[in-house]
Structures are given as C-alpha cells and as structure tokens.
C-alpha cells in the first residue's frame, strides 16, 4: 500500500463497503480498469468477508484477473493510505465509515443495492450481480467524463460549494 506524499499526483480513490464481497470489489476493479492509471483505487468493508464467487464471476467473465483479488478491512487502511476520494455504495458503509480521514478528502455516497440480497434462485442471483455490475460501471464512467481528478476541476468546485469536503457535489 502506498502512502500519499506531499506534490504527489496520482489520487488515492477508496471504495467503502460492507463486507469488501461485492460492491466495492467490482468498484475497485472497474475504476482501475476505466482509469487506466491516472488513479490508484482501494475497496475495503467495515467488516470484512470472503468475496462472492458470483462476484468473482461476473468479474471474471468481464475480463478482470481475479486471481489477487481479496477482501480488506477498513481498519487495515486507517494510516496506510490518505484517500482524495472515499465512496461509500451502501447506508450502512455511509453510516460507519470511521471519519478519521483528512479533512480534504472528498466523500461521496453512491448506493447500490446489495446483489447477495436477491432471492436464492441463482439464475436471478447472477442477473442482480450483472445489473450491479453495470450500473456501478456506468456511474464510474459518468463521474470520469466530469474530469474529478483534473486539479483546476476540483479547486472550481471547492468554490462552488465553499466547503472542501462538499466539493464531490459539483460532480454528481
């Protein structure tokens, strides 16, 4: 893991999750992937569990190497990275997320439902971890076209919103 420094770059884009199974992993992976190396993405949960294989499978069938993937616990990160960006995609990551962030990082709340949370029939289990799949690579997308990472772009929507840690509203 690496640390921001000071005049470094590359910011730091961390994908905040409830158990780092699902939501957050295919986050992580799209973004690096959408990305390509302007950005250095981390996805962790609140309480960590083991990754999905549904998961697993929609990712790998959209051609991500799966194979070093592993979920994390927040904790673990605290102190090991200084995020510009922190993305909650569930209410109860929003609500847990510890907030001992630095204060310019930008938070944002992007809820998806939790595909593990479809009935037990697995052809309609695997349909809502495609449909999630795709609507968090379309608000990947859609956040990238708006440019986020260009610096002039956040200073103008520091000022629109007069508030650092509200400058992310500029870009929903």
Known sequence: MRVKKAGQMRPIV???GTGNSCRSQMAEAILSRQAAGSVDV???GLGPQAIHPLTLRVLS???????????????????AIRPDYLITLCESSRQGCPIVWPANTIWLHWPFEDPSRTP?????QLQSFYRT????????????????????SLSR??????DPNRASEAFL
């Open 14 to 16: 961390l994908f905040v």
């Open 42 to 44: 981390f996805s962790a």
């Open 61 to 79: 069938e959209r051609g991500f190497d799966i194979s070093s993937l592993v979920s994390k616990s927040i904790y673990d990160l605290m102190g």
């Open 120 to 124: 037990d029939d697995i052809d309609d």
């Open 133 to 152: 799949y795709d609507d968090i690579s379309l608000r990947i997308c859609a956040w990238l076209l708006t440019r986020p990472f260009d610096q002039a």
């Open 157 to 162: 929507s520091t000022q629109r919103t007069g």
